[in-house]
C-alpha cells in the first residue's frame, strides 16, 4: 500500500481557506486517493475522493496534478466546526484502508 | 449519522477478561472492517469479512477474533484483554463493488465501542 506523507498540523482562522497537501510517490495506477476528517471520539468520515485532475464536492475540493504523487484538499471558508484530523489515503479497490497521523487542524476564532 | 452501528457504547473490564463488540453495517453493504484506535497506535485495520468471510487480516492479536454472521452484522472477539487493550474500536462498512469502475469503496464508520482494561 502507498504510503502518505501530510503535515502534522496546521493552525486558521475562521474564514479563510485551507489547504492540506499529502505525498504519495509510490501511488500505484489503479489507486485512488481518499480523504477522511475524524473528530475526537468519532469515527473517521469521508469526504472526497479523486482518481486525478480536480474534484469538488459541497465540502471540499480535490487537487491532483498529472504525476498524482501529490494532492491538496482545500477546505474554502473554514470555521471552529472544521478543527478535526485530516487523513490523506491512497488504495485500490476494497483493501483496508492504512491511516497514518493525518493532520491536526486547528481552527482559530 | 453513518448507518453503521456499534454496541456497546462503553465497556469497562478487568484484565484477563473477555468481551464481545458487535457492529451493524449499513443497509446492503457486504463488507465489515474492523479498526483499533489507540493513543500511541493511530488508526490500525484489524480485519476485514465480506458475506460472511473473512477477507484481509492486518494487525489483529491471536486473542482476536471476529466473524460476520448471515445477516451481515459482525462481532469482534476480545480475550484475555490486557491493559493495552484499551482502544476505542472502529467498526466500517462498504458496498464493495465486485464489478463496475476500479475504484475505492468509500468506507462508512460507526461511532465506535471505547474499551476500558483496568
Known amino acids: 500500500l502507498a504510503k502518505t506523507t501530510q503535515p502534522i498540523s496546521m493552525d486558521s482562522y475562521e474564514g479563510q481557506e485551507v489547504n492540506i497537501t499529502c505525498s504519495h510517490n509510490n501511488i500505484a495506477t489503479n489507486d485512488y486517493i481518499t480523504w477522511y476528517q475524524q473528530f475526537p471520539s468519532q469515527g473517521p468520515r469521508f469526504i472526497i475522493q479523486?482518481?486525478?485532475t480536480k474534484v469538488t464536492n459541497e465540502v471540499a475540493s480535490l487537487f491532483i496534478p498529472a504525476d498524482r504523487k501529490s494532492s491538496t484538499l482545500s477546505l474554502p471558508r473554514v470555521s471552529l466546526s472544521d478543527t478535526a484530523v485530516y487523513y490523506c489515503?491512497?488504495?485500490?479497490?476494497?483493501?483496508?484502508?492504512?491511516f497514518g497521523k493525518g493532520t491536526r487542524l486547528s481552527v482559530i476564532a | 449519522d453513518s448507518g453503521v452501528t456499534q454496541t456497546p457504547k462503553h465497556l469497562i473490564t478487568a484484565t484477563g477478561q473477555r468481551v464481545t463488540l458487535r457492529c451493524s453495517p449499513r443497509?446492503?453493504?457486504?463488507?465489515v472492517y474492523w479498526y483499533q484506535q489507540s493513543l500511541d497506535q493511530g488508526l490500525q485495520f484489524l480485519i476485514q469479512y465480506y458475506n460472511g468471510e473473512e477477507r484481509a487480516k492486518g494487525n489483529i492479536l491471536e486473542r482476536f477474533s471476529a466473524q460476520q454472521f448471515p445477516d451481515l452484522h459482525s462481532e469482534l472477539n476480545l480475550s484475555s484483554l490486557e491493559l493495552g487493550d484499551s482502544a476505542l474500536y472502529f467498526c466500517?462498512?462498504?458496498?464493495?463493488?465486485?464489478?463496475?469502475?476500479?475504484?475505492?469503496?468509500?468506507?462508512?464508520f460507526g461511532p465506535g465501542t471505547r474499551l476500558t482494561v483496568l
Open positions: 466500517a462498512s462498504s458496498v464493495d463493488w465486485t464489478s463496475g469502475p476500479r475504484r475505492t469503496d468509500t468506507q462508512y
Open positions: 479523486g482518481y486525478k
Open positions: 489515503l491512497v488504495a485500490t479497490g476494497n483493501t483496508p484502508l492504512v
Open positions: 443497509s446492503g453493504d457486504l463488507s
